[in-house]
């Protein structure tokens, strides 16, 4: 896949456009394309709202590179006054930018090979409306469809001129185009899967309807997420994770060779000494929901710190999750059954339904005694307690990959408290920070957004 992203650096149109080269060729506009994948903020994206969320409480500030992981503890600690780490803003919708210059061109483009123009159209289409959601989703309420048609959004892009105003839509409007853009690309797809490695970056029609459950759940759309996640579940592959102990093992659920992966384009929270998503220690909460009879507890990590080089005593700091800085994975088999078990339960008599679609996954996750033993618990659940427990096993799943903080606004925005350098902060119920403000640079840089 990085082999493929490479292709993003040629400028074949650049968001200041100075000495721009204007694509005519189908190979230009998927080079274009990709370089649209490759602007998306794949490695410093929504996997870094893992330090807003519950999953982490603590930073081990040995593993930053100088004083670049610093205003990290901003963020970890809900201070949104300038000091933190901004989120992506202008990335994404650089990679907006992107797809819309080949919405608005590929169809006269000349044909110079047999890749067809329909699919590198449906893919812009698919990654326009991926962003969005991804903005939305971060700075804006949560998707309630009893506010939502005036809450504040985030502005839609769907047009090339960079000296539009981009002034806030509403939550309503943001999920219509983003609705409107995946019928759009459903109509123009080719290709049914990604059947290369290297490549399944890229949307295919198994992703798109897949990303379609994920928009339709967050939308409290029932209905249409189970009727859209059912319909995948019969080649939704789960792997089975025992036996598999290595951190590398190119069968884990969370890399693009595995058999699970549908769409792998962003990179989780984690990596190599001295990357800043290495940083982060596991709260104890999140190792709780870690029992020892659940075998994705092989993949988290002791940290140690090393007094005077006493490699015989190490001290131990926390546990991080153990990723490879080459793990690639957005969308996998084991949301969309989480996603089907999920809607299900919000729908009259698809209770035992949901149930079943849970211990699926489970079953491949925990030991058979472990599996057992959650099957018997999950069967004596009722609707309350199985959302729960969903809402757990999505934790345990996506631990540190960005869906966690995601979840947490669109369910129940629970109170969450922290202890940072001796000092506690409390994220309280239903706070209000549970919404990022807009980054201070794009307000700065865009006025309008400040209305």
Request: glycine residues 6%; charged residues 25%.
């Amino acid at each position: 896949m990085l082999a493929s992203f490479g292709l993003g650096a040629c400028n074949y149109l650049d968001i200041e456009p100075v000495g721009k080269v204007i694509p005519h060729k189908v190979t230009e506009f998927r080079a274009l394309m990709v370089s649209g994948y490759q602007r998306y903020p794949w490695s410093a994206g929504k996997c870094y709202t893992g330090l807003l969320s519950d999953e982490a409480d603590s930073l081990y500030k040995e593993e930053f590179f100088g004083d670049e992981g610093v205003p990290l503890e901003y963020n970890l600690t809900w201070q949104y006054d300038g000091r933190m780490r901004e989120y992506e803003w202008r990335m994404y919708y650089h990679s907006i930018f992107l797809a819309n210059s080949v919405i608005g061109g590929v169809m006269g483009a000349d044909q110079d090979s047999e890749e067809s123009k329909e699919q590198i159209m449906a893919e812009a289409y698919a990654m326009r409306a991926y962003n969005h959601f991804e903005l939305v989703n971060l700075y804006a309420k949560w998707y309630d469809p009893a506010t939502a048609a005036t809450d504040k959004g985030v502005p839609i892009s769907i047009y090339t001129d960079i000296e539009q105003p981009y002034e806030p839509n509403t939550v309503t409007e943001v999920y219509g185009q983003i609705v409107s853009d995946l019928d759009s690309a459903a109509l123009l797809m080719q290709v049914d899967v990604q059947t290369d490695v290297n490549l399944n970056y890229r949307f295919s029609k198994k992703a798109l309807k897949a990303f379609d459950a994920r928009v339709r759940l967050y939308m409290q759309d029932w209905q249409k997420a189970y009727d859209v996640a059912t319909s995948l579940l019969p080649v939704c592959e789960l792997q089975n994770l025992e036996g598999i102990t290595g951190y590398s093992d190119k069968k884990l659920p969370w890399k693009a060779t595995s058999v699970e992966a549908i769409l792998a384009l962003d990179r989780p929270f984690a990596g190599g000494n001295g990357d800043l998503r290495n940083a982060a220690m596991l709260s104890d909460q999140m190792l709780g929901l870690l029992d020892p009879t659940d075998y994705r507890r092989n993949f988290i990590k002791k940290k140690n710190r090393y007094e005077n080089m006493d490699y015989a005593n190490p001290i131990l700091v926390g546990y991080s999750v153990d990723r490879s800085s080459t793990d690639r994975i957005s969308i996998r088999s084991a949301e969309v059954w989480l996603i089907a078990a999920e809607a299900a339960a919000h729908l009259p008599g698809k209770l035992q339904e949901a149930k079943n679609y849970l211990t699926e996954v489970q079953k491949n996750r925990f030991t058979p005694e472990g599996a057992a033993a959650k099957k018997a618990e999950v069967d004596a659940m009722d609707e309350a307690a199985l959302l729960t427990e969903i809402y757990n096993e999505r934790a345990r799943e996506f631990l540190m990959e960005g869906h966690r903080w995601f979840d947490l606004r669109r369910t129940t925005r629970p109170r969450i408290e922290k202890i940072v350098d001796g000092s506690t902060y409390v994220l309280q119920q239903n706070d209000s920070r549970y919404v990022l403000p807009y980054p201070f640079s794009a307000v700065e840089s865009n006025p309008e957004l400040g209305k």
